[in-house]
């Protein structure tokens, strides 16, 4: 065969191969196009997991594995089972020493004080005065509420709950400054309380998020405060599944989905990609796959995403893999949706908590689980 025939021959398989490719992309449907873009997202992370914080890594294994309960994430969730007890252990250490829990506070604090954002100002103001908040609020709680959804608890679980108890939560979730600074965390929060049966104030906050943010003054908010909005408005649905472990009922949350049908244009424009994924999430956490807003929020995140990178960039055009875990973590979750499974925790993968870290012990019965 002559080179010029080898030319053409080479040309005409390259141009069967790209058409036949382009057809396929051509009849993919949009649910093909999605889970197609889910699969790359996750693949470019699983392909840099290594290269994120640990925080960022044990973020990314745990959804993953309630999504997939592929076992391939475990080993990424052994090492948060023990980076939860080194900080609790370290928490216990400390826990009666007020000089330590300030000192504590400040480290928090610095990082607001490094950033002139809006969001970093108001949580430096309304907490400067508050070292408990992060050491006992915040910390103590989330650490606990975690290796509790395991089926763990701390050798000084009765200390922290008896520190727990001293909180004044009823305050914490009644105060609008605070939850104008921290409107997520706080359903997070109120969730985890009633998780640990230390009371239950998520009625209560719900209140005070309500009326903090009255649907008829949305035209007033800076785009952060309406973004805090929406991202209080989710996290009380996301929390209360669990984080990806079990459905939740609409009518729970009625309020939530009747705002986020009504003004999901005003969302798609004015909010963050991570934000906008989540209030897609939240309808499929309530099994309503089928719901217009799903499609809606399907669409914008599937357009946010940069084809060459296999991620979705910052608003402002970032592809830092750390700094974007929780927008693509979620994009994953939004374009291919699987039903929401438990664990892993002690009843269902007991292997993984046959040897357990310095001041773990197993505790049953394993609570219904609000955990991150």
Known sequence: MTKKRCYWVGTLVFII???????????????QSYQLASNTIKRTYEQDLLTLTPYKQEHFALRMFRQTQDPKYL????????????????????????TQIKQYANTRLDEYRQHQSELSHRRLQVTADKPEYFFIALDLLRYMARIDSYGLQHTSDQQFRQKLKQYPFHTLFTDQSMTKAWAAQLANQAYWLKQLHLGDYVELYTHTLQSTYPDEQDHTLSPQQYMNKIYGMTHL???????????????????????????????????????????GVSFLLAGLDNDPVVAITQQAIYASIDDNEGIIPSPKGSLNHNLGEHRNVLAILL??????????????????????????????PISNSHSK
Request: charged share 15%.
């Open 17 to 31: 191969i790209a058409s036949g490719s382009m057809y396929w992309h051509l009849r993919c449907t949009p649910s």
């Open 335 to 364: 374009l291919d949706w699987h039903t929401p499974t438990m664990g892993p925790n002690t009843s269902n993968l007991p292997h993984l908590f046959k040897t357990l870290p310095f001041g773990l012990r197993t505790a049953f």
């Open 75 to 98: 080993d990424i969730i052994s090492k948060n089972i023990l980076d939860a007890s080194v900080k609790l252990n370290y928490l216990s250490r400390h826990l009666d020493s007020a």
């Open 237 to 279: 649905v996301i929390a209360d599944s669990g984080y990806y472990q079990h459905q939740i009922n609409e009518q729970d949350h009625q309020w939530v989905f009747d705002y986020f049908r009504k003004n999901i244009n005003t969302i798609i424009n004015h909010s963050k990609q991570d934000i906008i994924a989540e209030v």
